[in-house]
């Protein structure tokens, strides 16, 4: 990977450099593998996942018109899976009101021994910060599994407001919104250049 794959890069004051990628479905496919089938990435739902199965999952994002999946960076070190999609396309079609300017989210941590604190925030931190630094965003609409109370606290410590549950085929999901305003307010974040610098 060289310097010119990086999309997006963000200074964390107190972890350090993050940054995003393009993902490889080719080259990839076995780091994320690892993580997809780890006994905590079970909302994530590829528990059973082979290594051929998730090869094909991320060459069918690839693909996609309206999805794309990237890999996330901690001090130049793969870290974190994000996938971004048009909802009102994808996932939640005909279960909400889509407005211009809306962009789906999801994202997943690697699983580690040696956890740092503070570094999932700073992950959906930056997450956040890379799709709003595209001026078309106006809101990131998330759906995560209503059991899943760590992602739902995150979310909220982004700026994200929690509208109602909404049941989709493979779960019922918290439908939550987070416009730009909020992600501010909450952050101190202003998405303005292509390096963010965290108050």
């Not at 925030?121 to 001026?135: G, K």
């Not at 982004?158 to 416009?179: D, H, I, N, W, Y």
Request: glycine letters at 6%; hydrophobic letters at 45%; aromatic letters at 10%.
């Amino acid at each position: 990977m060289s310097t010119t794959d990086i999309l997006y890069t963000r200074e964390d004051a107190a972890l350090g450099t993050f940054a995003i990628r393009p993902l490889n479905p080719f080259e990839d496919a076995e780091l994320l593998h690892g993580w997809v089938t780890h006994p905590k990435a079970t909302f994530w739902m590829m528990q059973d996942a082979s290594l051929p199965d998730v090869e094909r999952a991320y060459m069918e994002i690839a693909a996609a018109e309206h999805h794309e999946a990237y890999i996330g960076l901690h001090e130049g070190r793969p870290a974190f899976l994000m996938e971004k999609y048009d909802p009102s396309e994808l996932e939640l079609v005909g279960l909400y009101d889509a407005e211009p300017g809306d962009v789906g989210m999801h994202f997943l941590v690697a699983p580690t021994d040696t956890p740092l604190s503070g570094f999932t925030r700073a992950v959906i931190t930056t997450v956040m910060a890379s799709l709003f630094e595209d001026p078309a965003t106006r809101r990131v609409v998330v759906e995560p599994d209503v059991r899943n109370t760590a992602v739902h606290a995150l979310n909220e410590a982004v700026g994200f407001v929690p509208e109602r549950e909404v049941q989709k085929p493979e779960k019922k999901a918290l439908l939550s919104f987070c416009t730009r305003d909020r992600f501010e307010a909450a952050t101190g974040i202003f998405a303005t250049g292509s390096v963010e610098v965290s108050a």
